[in-house]
């Protein structure tokens, strides 16, 4: 199965703050990674889509890059809505793995 | 509006079954790949299963191969997750996503469903 690490697993962040999350895969996934965002008590909404497509409906503070099997998202200027926990999850492969997600608190 | 609407889930003791539905709604149903995706209490996402639009094509997570069994009924709308062999580690907030496919594979997950729980305990 393909790894998916995250970093950092948790993070504190200020409103207006510039947000990166790195995602590492232990192997090529060509640019077939996706990021994540889930608030308590809720399902996961898409926000990026292969490496750096950007979500319908989502902000334009969020982004999302690629190089080699380093992916990043950033979050531009975070918002009050923005704390929430991210996973990136790669689907070049079966079976789908995710990273374990992280945490971004005030 | 895309919508995923989970049912099902409940209390079964360790050995015990439970079956799982999702109900579609706001698109063509018969014409998308679905998942089943789990997430255990404060951890994280874990993939369960596939099956494609026709049904013909299903794949599991070792972790429950041989116990779950996916199936769906496109003249319903349906799409269902038959769990035997229950074992507390298979507690968890299950969660049935449409399979956005690219690459050779459809596992992006959009939209997603609220959830049930499963609660597997004596």
């Known amino acids: 199965d393909i790894q998916m690490t995250q970093s950092p697993s948790s993070l504190s962040a200020s409103v207006g703050d510039r947000v990166t999350i790195t995602c590492r895969a232990s192997?090529?996934?060509?640019?077939?990674l996706h990021w994540y965002q889930q608030k308590p008590g809720e399902a996961p909404k898409l926000l990026i889509y292969?490496?750096?497509s950007l979500q319908s409906g989502v902000p334009l503070r969020f982004s999302g890059s690629a190089s080699g099997t380093d992916f990043t998202l950033t979050i531009s200027s975070l918002q009050p809505e923005d704390f929430a926990t991210y996973y990136c999850?790669?689907?070049?492969?079966?079976?789908?793995?995710f990273g374990q997600g992280t945490k971004v608190e005030i | 509006e895309m919508k995923l609407v989970e049912s099902g889930g409940g209390l079964v003791q360790p050995g015990g079954s439970l079956r799982l539905s999702c109900a579609a709604s706001?698109?063509?149903?018969?014409?998308?790949?679905v998942n089943w995706v789990r997430q255990a209490p404060g951890k994280g996402l874990e993939w369960v299963s596939y099956?494609?639009?026709?049904?013909?094509?299903?794949y599991y997570a070792d972790s429950v191969k041989g116990r779950f069994t996916i199936s769906r009924d496109n003249a319903k709308n349906l799409m269902y997750l038959q769990m035997n062999s229950l074992r507390a580690e298979d507690t968890a907030v299950y969660y049935c996503?449409?399979?956005?496919?690219?690459?050779?594979?459809?596992?992006?997950?959009?939209?997603w469903g609220q959830g049930t729980l499963v609660t597997v305990s004596s």
């Open positions: 996503a449409r399979g956005y496919c690219s690459g050779g594979t459809c596992y992006r997950f959009d939209p």
């Open positions: 292969e490496a750096s």
């Open positions: 999850q790669q689907s070049y492969r079966t079976p789908p793995t």
């Open positions: 192997q090529s996934i060509r640019n077939y």
């Open positions: 099956i494609s639009s026709s049904g013909r094509t299903i």
């Open positions: 706001g698109f063509t149903f018969s014409s998308y790949e």
